[in-house]
């Protein structure tokens, strides 16, 4: 079952009419069987469920004993599942040691790895709000709505929404809507759009006979753009749906995007995108790792650079953690550098200008520009890594040149320079035009407006999917 | 939960609303082709666009009790049987050309199926199915359908079926959710739909930067030796490598005729040519004879099936290219078609 089907929004039609008990208990239990069918909706034999579930009830006791563990009780837990979880995810350095002799689902065993991480590191510094309960347990670190991708919604958020009745009222329940509406438009219409466009753009670049010099550079460039502008489309419009969904089982998931390409330098832009995963390894990896470091080195001249290398190792698991190949490698060594030397840079500069001088350098409406193009245009290059295998990003880089891999950097860094502030400044003004049309909700002017308006978003996502034959697919799906 | 269900019937109420309105618009504007003789080379000046569109929203044309010559293949049968000069040439029977580019033998088992889905079983006793072969049509389904644009094994026809809901996707292959004799009704209420789709063609082709012009097709040279061994390596690549076909498709075009022949129509089976250099060059025309002897062999005397072959017709400077025959070499096909055409028995032949 896709999240992206209508099979599945009447899946979730069903259990929210089920779900809106008043007991919390029968909300439980109705949450676990929608839960149960969606994790059996993706296979087809029963066989192919148990690795996932073990690896989930393994976890259980865990979080019960570790409230009362000796120390080395949680590196315990940890290390054995990481391992698990990098033996099931059959990862290819392992090169098939201790792979299962059958076919089993390993989708969503990534987020259900970060919430099992959350809940041990949690249980046993005591930071959990209370026992949970098995059934509680199970909803939590597989709840259908974030299986797949996430967000990944810390327990004491999840804990606080379970126990609350669904309140549902006109505004929240069209607010569901129009989000989960915004959702499809973004996935069915802009991602499969761009997706198609960059099926046009990629062979070319990949071919055996390559393009001219000058043009092989802007083509390269016109896909890494097309191609972060999908996984932007795809994945946002994913968690909108997801987050929709959710707000009419009463769950509040936490946002995962914030106008990531606002963001004006590489930090600011992981704070802004996936933002979720972000946070967790702020949480679980970062911050421990700074700590365990400053305690080594204690000396606090020595602070911003030993931040530079956690940045660096953080962004390097957080790159290697999406695949199981070697090319993840070099994304990890890219997101961990680019977060390196973003740390550099400040640090650099402001030794040389001073707080203040830095602070006013970064105002510079030039300079931001700059900066801002420079954040899309890394990102834009490191994901090249998601669309490429190792052997293909080497037969890139050589038929680029490093005077290519410059003047593809230089030409996506002053497009977006230009292009973005366009785009912010059209947005702004639209909402402003939009705002001046608008009349009350509750007026009926305002009532046939708001639903004129999203029957035909629906009517525009209808029409795309018959355009896109074959929808993309959820790209985060497959990390 | 009353109020999601009152949103959920407001949002629908005004996507009725909406569809409504734009069906007014759409359906004056897209009218369906007037041509007596369907012909999916003109579906580009249709509201269908594309070929195997064309052919699977237009079949239910053929439900008429007159006798029908319906042409089936790949593109070039649609270069050499022009359905408006046959139809001259074979006046008791109404011709249509539902020939696909780049179709196999699984898509034309599929519009076989699919015209006798639509049409009663009187209608099925007027056919004559003309099959145009050579060795791109048996094509392995697995070089030709399984690419990274679709869903694997999904043929042109099958895009076609699910584009619209009018079939659904299951483990056992499509399955009709809009009965056949709905068709025409179901096509009515895509309209917005096709209009949407032909605004969008024909933005994309303004906005394209425009095509040399190439010379016309009558006058185009016999390729040279690079460019000729250029499309015998594509050929190669897309008939999947191995340099011979399976049993497969000739077994597929075997039980083709036989469902054809059991809903009383008849099959002409039409060996075409290629140029001499391609079939003196490519390993899968000696593979094609071969098989292409023992289908003889299998169907000699086989009642409403009968062969025709143009393979002689192979003269490198009658093609445009390396399959498709020049426009003025149409006109002697059409004339060899017409008079077997003419010469069969039953309701077809010459009173």
Known sequence: ?479 | MTIILRQSAILLLFLLLLYGLALAVAVPIMSPPAETNLDTAAAARSPFMTEPKYAFLSRSRLDTGDDKAILLGASNVLAGFRPARLQQLVPQATVHNLAIGGANMTEVRQMVDLVLEVQSPAAQRRNLFVIGAWYGLFADDRARWHTPDRHPGDTDLDIERYRYGFYRRTDDGPVALLPPRWLDAGVTLIKPFLLVDRLARDIGKALRPARAVAAPADQVPVPGVERQAQYLAFWQDYMGGSGRLEAAPFATLVQTIATIRASGGRVLLVDLPLPRWHASGSPYEASYRQHWAGLQQQLAGTDGVAFLSLSDADRPEDFSDEVHPKPRVAEGWARRLAGVLNDAPGHLARR
């Not at chain 1, 967000?151 to 329940?173: G, S």
């Not at chain 1, 198609?196 to 010099?213: C, H, I, K, R, T």
């Not at chain 1, 790159?319 to 390196?340: E, I, R």
């Not at chain 1, 004129?452 to 034959?469: C, N, P, R």
């Open chain 1, 1 to 479: 079952m896709a999240i992206t089907s209508l099979t599945f929004l009447l899946f979730v039609a069903v259990v929210v009419a089920f779900h809106l008990g008043r007991s919390a208990a029968y909300r439980q239990w109705v949450f676990a069987a929608a839960n149960a069918v969606f994790i059996v909706s993706q296979v087809s034999t029963a066989p192919a469920l148990a690795p996932l579930l073990l690896f989930v009830a393994l976890g259980y006791p865990a979080v019960r004993w570790l409230p009362r563990a000796p120390g080395w009780g949680l590196v315990l837990c940890l290390v054995l599942t990481i391992g698990a979880f990098v033996v099931l995810k059959r990862y290819a350095f392992l090169d098939g040691l201790l792979e299962l002799p059958f076919p089993y689902l390993s989708l969503g065993l990534s987020y259900v790895l970060f919430r099992l991480i959350h809940l041990m590191v949690d249980a046993q510094s005591g930071e959990l709000p209370a026992a949970i309960s098995p059934l509680r347990y199970f909803n939590y670190s597989c709840n259908f709505l974030c299986f797949v991708s996430g967000p990944i919604q810390r327990y004491p958020d999840f804990a606080a929404t379970a126990d609350q009745p669904v309140v549902l009222d006109e505004a929240r329940v069209f607010a569901a809507f129009a989000r989960v509406v915004r959702g499809f438009l973004k996935v069915a219409v802009l991602s499969a759009a761009l997706h198609y466009v960059f099926g046009q753009l990629s062979p070319p670049l990949l071919a055996a006979e390559a393009l001219a010099g000058a043009r092989f550079a802007i083509a390269f460039s016109a896909a890494a753009v097309v191609y972060t502008l999908y996984l932007y489309f795809n994945f946002s419009g994913y968690m909108d749906i997801v987050i929709g969904l959710g707000s009419l089982l009463g769950q509040n998931l936490p946002e995962n995007f914030r106008q990531p390409f606002a963001a004006r330098n590489f930090l600011d832009f992981w704070t802004r995108w996936h933002i979720t995963l972000s946070e967790w390894f702020k949480t679980y990896l970062f911050n421990p790792l700074l700590k365990a470091l400053a305690g080594r080195f204690d000396a606090p001249a020595a602070m911003p650079w030993l931040a530079v290398l956690a940045f660096f190792v953080t962004f390097l698991v957080l790159g290697l953690w999406h695949g199981t190949t070697a090319v993840f490698v070099a994304y990890g060594l890219l997101l961990g550098g680019g977060a390196a030397a973003n740390k550099l840079w400040q640090l650099t500069m402001t030794r040389r200008l001073g707080k203040a001088g830095y602070r006013a350098l970064a105002e510079q409406p030039v300079y931001r520009g700059l900066c801002r193009g420079a954040t899309f245009a890394y990102f834009a290059f490191a994901l090249v890594c998601l669309w490429v295998d190792l052997a293909e990003l080497g037969g890139l880089l050589r038929t680029l040149g490093p005077a290519g891999v410059a003047a593809s950097f230089a030409l996506i860094t002053l497009a977006s320079a230009l292009v973005l502030p366009a785009v912010d400044f059209a947005m702004v003004t639209l909402r402003r035009a939009a705002a001046g049309l608008a009349v009350s909700p509750a007026s009926p002017a305002g009532f046939v407006g708001r639903n004129a308006a999203l029957a035909a978003q629906v009517l525009l996502v209808l029409m795309a999917s018959s355009f896109f034959h074959k929808a993309p697919e959820f790209v985060y799906r497959a990390f």
